[in-house]
């Protein structure tokens, strides 16, 4: 494991090795040197800054990155102001583009106080074209950009900017290439992502992200249950199996396993007391999969579903590969087999040639699945992606209006299913301490509702009965249960 190799025993002055993680921890070796430089120089360590877009995969691709970089010697900081700063970038929508031109604006002023700070970008927003020529264009002094596939070569591009000076691109179009071992840090020491696969290969027609995040790829199951072991013994109680479609998992393996099986063998690792999968496609939810759930006793009760629309004439332009009743009867099928589960799911408002029968559909899949919450969001045109071609765009108020719309019911029914369980008692993960009121630490249940206890700070990471006592329509006020 990472852990094990000694930075200090590789000679940096022989070629780099071809094989990789070998390849990036004599790059790491190689920066450490530039670090130790940059310590008796400034008489303390350089500073690192990460700001992280967008979903799962990417927080958990950037905990890596961060691994590289303390691997390096480079501190972690809050500050902006640092002496290296990354933002992992997030392209889904146009919003999440816009906010990285506005951040790159200051940035530049830092740079200009401090002109050995280095700014990098990397992350889904950068395998695109447009964006990528904009910023080299428009924004110079970016040092380092890169992309998806090759976020392991982190610290070899690095090392490639402090030997040239120049601006390094780095974008790869795709790969097979899964870079295992290498280091990692984690926010919470207690819960982790685990990325299962990588990539998608349904190409819903709305969406940008099998262009920036490449094919289906799954990681080797004996690779997967490894790291979960290691996180095990590392303190991890729960952990987040991550994919764009985990219930396509193992298809494409050499030795084919399912998502069900992958559950099964993750179920028996001692330690680990709360499993979560984010996110399943409805296509490819099998029996199998409700079966393992509802025999699990570490498999949270939420299933987080998106359903995109309710319209079955939407879904096929979306080419999700579902119609409503589909839908409905899968939703039907998951409560009858585990009653208490919390269903959540996203809507898109707004699809090309939505009408308001397409929209009242979507209204009554909302009513009917009875969802626990829902991500809305507002339909967002991606070049490259066939819906941007489509003609019949909704035009904005239109949408605006069905949006609130829709909005108002999620809440109202979000609110009302939350109720049911003012009074009962249920197991509490303990996160983190409240940020308004420090009397109070904040955890989740197994549903992945939040709520507030009475506590002190060795909560945090611990599994305990919490009576529910008051629901605040989002979120609970709890008490511990059965402690003295
Ligand atoms: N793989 C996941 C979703 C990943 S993207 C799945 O299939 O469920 C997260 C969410 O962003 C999607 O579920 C969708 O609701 C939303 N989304 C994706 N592309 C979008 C677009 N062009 N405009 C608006 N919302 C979009
Ligand atoms: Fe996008 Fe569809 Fe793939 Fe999800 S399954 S990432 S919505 S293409
Ligand atoms: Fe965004 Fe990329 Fe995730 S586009 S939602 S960060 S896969």
């Excluded at 079955?312 to 409503?324: C, F, G």
């Excluded at 009242?360 to 909302?366: G, I, L, P, Q, Y």
């Amino acid at each position: 494991m990472y852990n094990e190799i000694d930075l200090d025993k590789i000679d940096i002055n022989s070629e780099p090795p071809t094989e990789e993680p070998a390849r990036q921890y004599y790059f790491m070796a190689k920066c450490r040197g530039w670090v130790q430089e940059f310590k008796k120089k400034n008489g303390r360590c350089p500073f690192f800054f990460t700001q992280t877009f967008g979903c799962q995969m990417n927080a958990r691709d950037s905990e890596k990155i961060c691994g590289i970089l303390e691997t390096i010697g480079y501190v972690q900081t809050d500050e902006e102001e640092a002496d290296l700063v990354l933002y992992n970038t997030c392209t889904v929508r146009e919003n999440a583009n816009n906010k990285i031109y506005g951040r790159l604006g200051y940035l530049n002023g830092y740079k200009k106080k401090n002109p050995d700070m280095k700014i990098a970008l990397c992350g889904c927003m950068m395998q695109e074209k447009g964006p990528v020529e904009k910023i080299t264009k428009s924004y110079p002094f970016v040092d380092i950009i890169f992309g998806t596939h090759n976020f392991f070569k982190f610290a070899e591009l690095l090392v490639q900017s402090f030997e040239t000076g120049q601006t390094v691109v780095d974008i790869w179009e795709d790969t097979e290439k899964i870079v295992e071992k290498l280091p990692t840090v984690r926010k919470f020491p207690f819960k982790s992502g685990v990325n299962i696969m990588f990539g998608c290969n349904n190409f819903c027609s709305y969406c940008i992200v099998p262009y920036v995040r490449g094919r289906e790829r799954s990681r080797k199951p004996e690779e997967i249950l490894s790291e979960i072991r290691s996180l095990a013994a590392d303190g991890v109680v729960e952990i987040m199996l991550l994919g764009q479609n985990v219930n396509s998992y193992g298809k494409t393996l050499d030795n084919p396993i399912s998502f069900a099986e992958l559950l099964k063998e993750v179920e028996k690792i001692s330690g680990i007391e709360r499993i979560r999968f984010m996110t399943s496609h409805p296509k490819d939810l099998s029996d199998e999969l409700i079966e393992v759930m509802k025999n699990s006793s570490k498999i949270c009760h939420h299933l987080h579903l998106p359903v995109q629309s309710g319209s079955t004439r939407l879904l096929e332009k979306m080419n999700r590969k579902y119609t409503k009743e589909e839908y409905l009867s899968l939703v039907g099928k998951l409560r009858k087999a585990i009653p208490d589960i919390a269903i959540t799911t996203d809507i898109i408002v707004g699809f090309p040639g939505e009408t308001e029968q397409d929209f009242e559909e979507t209204m009554d899949v909302v009513r009917k699945a009875d969802y626990d919450s829902a991500f809305t969001f507002i339909y967002s045109k991606r070049t490259g992606t066939p819906a941007a071609s489509y003609e019949d765009q909704v035009p904005e108020h239109m949408v605006k209006e069905r949006f609130d719309r829709l909005l108002k019911e999620v809440q109202e029914i979000a609110a009302r299913k939350s109720m049911q369980l003012e009074g009962k008692v249920e197991k509490v993960l303990f996160e983190h301490q409240n940020e308004q009121d420090e009397a109070l630490i904040t955890g989740r249940l197994s549903n992945n509702s939040v709520v507030h206890v009475k506590g002190s700070v060795e909560l945090i990471g611990k599994i305990r009965d919490v009576k529910l006592t008051e629901c605040k329509g989002f979120y609970y006020y709890g008490e511990l249960y059965g402690h003295a």
